[in-house]
T-cell receptor, first 114, second 110 residues
């Protein structure tokens, strides 16, 4: 049973560019959340998608946007990249209403902005 | 504003010892408290979780103690092993998603 799959694993972008990260949730999961984890810090909640709509959003600027597809996979887009956007971006999936199962995280995409 | 405070930042314990990691929260809307383990280069993996109506939960060598009135909870690792060396995050869940602590870097010495 595949867990959460994220691509690419590593990415280097130049300041001002745009980036798209992709996530396939665990089988049976329909809710996808995105987190940003800076080096040495805990993950910070970006937003959550369910039924192809953004359901909740953390304290991140509009440069961060997302999408969920009918097959529950998701994309995270970041525009006008800043050096401070360099981080590990984690995708987590969950079956809605089954908080007792917790979130399943992918291994993340390491984004470096130069 | 950090809503979940975790301590210590780092911890070194001898094999067989019992590392204890503590967390405190402010937001009474939190209704689920998971602990995650993260190895370098990997995403966090759920270890154990508790709801606020339970004071203690054990799963294998991992135990969560929860004090609702004090808004504190802690993770104990019994008979710790070098393979337990990792970064541990407490978290708290609400309708706004998961809020993580800053993490504890745990080293279990052989």
């Amino acid at each position: 049973d595949a867990g959460v799959t994220q691509s690419p694993t590593h990415l280097i972008k130049t300041r001002g560019q745009q980036v798209t990260l992709r996530c396939s949730p665990k089988s049976g999961h329909d809710t996808v959340s995105w987190y940003q984890q800076a080096l040495g810090q805990g993950p910070q909640f970006i937003f959550q998608y369910y039924e192809e709509e953004e359901r909740q959003r953390g304290n991140f600027p509009d440069r961060f946007s997302g999408h969920q597809f009918p097959n529950y996979s998701s994309e995270l887009n970041v525009n006008a990249l800043l050096l401070g956007d360099s981080a590990l971006y984690l995708c987590a999936s969950q079956r809605t209403g089954r908080m007792d199962y917790g979130y399943t995280f992918g291994s993340g995409t390491r984004l470096t902005v130069v | 504003q950090q809503q979940v405070k975790q301590s210590p930042q780092s911890l070194i314990v001898q094999k067989g010892g019992i590392p204890i990691i503590n967390c405190a929260y402010e937001n009474t809307a939190f209704d689920y408290f998971p602990w995650y383990q993260q190895f370098p280069g990997k995403g966090p993996a759920l270890l154990i979780a508790i709801r606020p109506d339970v004071s203690e939960k054990k799963e294998g060598r991992f135990t969560i103690s929860f004090n609702k009135s004090a808004k504190q909870f802690s993770l104990h690792i019994m008979d710790s092993q070098p393979g337990d060396s990792a970064t541990y995050f407490c978290a708290a869940s609400s309708a706004d998603g998961l809020t993580f602590g800053k993490g504890t870097h745990l080293i279990i010495q052989p």
